[in-house]
């Protein structure tokens, strides 16, 4: 395999991402950390990666409602009043400006947000805009998207949809290190999904990332209103950001193209970033410039999607944001047998252009089960290679993949079918603490966990420059 970089700056495997911690973090930092991490149990004592054996996934309460209803396409009431916000979420919409999206069975509530910094207290308003759609016999609410700031950073904000109802509370990102990112994907609705929900309830952090695979609604649309709500209580707290996965497709052919529902429903900041598709965008947040990548929209290198890739690498500025992380849905790095290969032509595509950009972490889901690699490129080792993290494991109702094929491939560090839920909190431009958390018997345990050190500063970014001008200028 040809590997002209690789080659030249391979070293031990695990060096890059060893699980070992920074040298410079006093022991009481790292003492200070592990217990303020969601109250995780400690991994000793709890049986380790492949080798767990956990029990059977439970039943989706909400799916086989939905399986057994004699309408399941029909829309179920799920507030009191038709003019109470249903499904409540929030996302960052651009610098310093949040999106507020949520649903209404009545169209003449108005698309506007009050806010302000005390309770019941509204020392702010803002307009925004709505849409509907409807799919077979089904006919969404009116779905309200209305974008509230300029906001303070790492401030708690009061907030009222539509002039009436309920008040809630969301709290906007730091603008400066430390910042810590909730990473969930595949996450379906079931008694699993609770418990990863309640479990990262229970955390501490500023942002939720989720690389796909939402509702498991799979055509039947009440659903993706149960999913709305289900995730309300903390989708409406913290901003979730959301990429694409199979199940928000539900295209038919000749009849639907693809995700009409998700694009309606979980409006995210592609026009603030230069995009014109929803499938595909970036945001920055302390010093984190995250890209949110479409594994089913074109990726090839005469696509919009690849050149809206390069037009955004190209405006990175690693001083305001040493860390560059990517997500996207079916994992390029990938020793399960569910969805082997799947991702191999997306990363033939793309792999050599965010090598070039030097890419810290790439985040996938897809594989219902949990894996990380070691600093990978082109299928091997390589210092200034992503690190590779999978975490299909939300707890959806297809269950686990728990297949893996043996013996472990060497750039695989850690590898286990569980549900469970990931933490990456960023510490400073260098290091950040990577940590996976399985549902174990309702507890959260932390399982997996390391220190990630980024690129930002080291030779890799000077070593990769002519190269990644060379891509860049090409056509
Ligand atoms: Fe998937």
């Known amino acids: 395999m040809e590997q002209p970089r690789a080659a030249a700056r391979r070293r031990p495997p695990a060096a890059a991402a060893a699980p070992a911690p920074p040298r410079i973090l006093p022991l009481l930092f790292l003492l200070t950390l592990a217990l303020s991490s969601c109250g995780a149990a400690a991994a000793s004592g709890a049986p380790v990666g492949e080798d767990y054996v956990r029990p059977p996934a439970r039943n989706s309460g909400a799916q086989r409602k939905a399986l057994l209803g004699l309408f399941p396409w029909s829309k ?60 077979l016999m089904y006919t969404s609410g009116k ?24 008040e809630f509370q969301l709290k906007t990102p730091p603008s400066q290190f430390p910042l810590s990112l909730a990473v969930v994907g595949d996450l379906g609705q079931t008694s699993w999904t609770t418990s990863t929900l309640n479990h990262i309830k229970e955390c501490e952090y ?24 289900l995730v309300q209580p903390l989708a409406s ?43 595909y965008y970036s945001f920055e947040v302390a010093g984190v410039h995250a890209i949110m990548l479409g594994s089913y929209t ?18 990175i500025d690693r001083k305001r944001t040493p860390w560059l992380i990517v997500l996207f849905h079916v994992p390029w790095y990938n020793s ?46 390589d210092p200034c290679g992503a690190v590779h993290i999978t975490i299909g494991d939300g707890g959806n109702r297809e269950g686990l993949a728990q297949r893996y ?47 990630i050190n980024s690129l930002y500063g080291s030779q890799c970014i000077q070593d990769s420059s002519p190269e990644f001008r060379k891509i860049l200028m090409s056509p």
């Open 76 to 135: 179920k009431k799920t507030s009191s009043s038709a003019s109470d916000p249903q499904q409540v979420h929030v996302s960052l919409s651009g610098e310093k400006h949040m999106r507020i999206t949520w649903v209404t069975d009545d169209n003449s509530v108005p698309s506007v947000v009050d806010y302000g910094t005390k309770a019941s207290t509204y020392t702010s308003s803002s307009h925004g805009e709505s849409t509907s759609y409807s799919y």
């Open 143 to 166: 779905i309200h998207h209305v974008v509230i700031g300029p906001l303070k950073d790492n401030t708690i904000y009061y907030y009222r949809c539509g002039g009436q109802g309920s």
């Open 206 to 229: 500023d942002m939720l990332l989720l690389p796909g695979d939402l509702s498991y609604a799979d055509f039947m649309q009440h659903l993706w209103d149960s999913f709305g709500t």
């Open 237 to 279: 707290t913290r901003p979730w950001m959301v990429t694409q996965g199979n199940h928000e497709k539900e295209s038919i052919p000749f009849f639907k193209s693809g995700f009409q529902s998700y694009n309606a429903r979980w409006k995210m900041p592609y026009e603030e970033s230069g995009s014109t598709s929803n499938l």
């Open 298 to 315: 074109d990726y090839d290198e005469s696509s919009d999607q690849y050149a809206w890739l390069k037009a955004d690498l190209a405006n």
């Open 336 to 381: 399960n047998f569910a969805h082997q290969g799947e991702g191999d032509s997306m990363m033939s595509a793309m792999e050599p252009l965010l090598y070039a950009a030097n890419v810290d972490i790439m985040i996938a889901g897809h594989v219902h089960a949990y894996e990380r690699s070691g600093r990978v490129y082109k299928g091997g080792l």
């Open 405 to 451: 094929h043996n013996p472990k491939p060497f750039w695989s560090v850690f590898r286990e079918a569980s549900f469970g839920h990931g933490e990456l909190k960023i510490v400073n431009s260098t290091h950040a603490h990577w940590t996976w958390h399985r549902n174990d018997d309702e507890e959260p345990v932390k399982t997996d966990d390391v220190w």
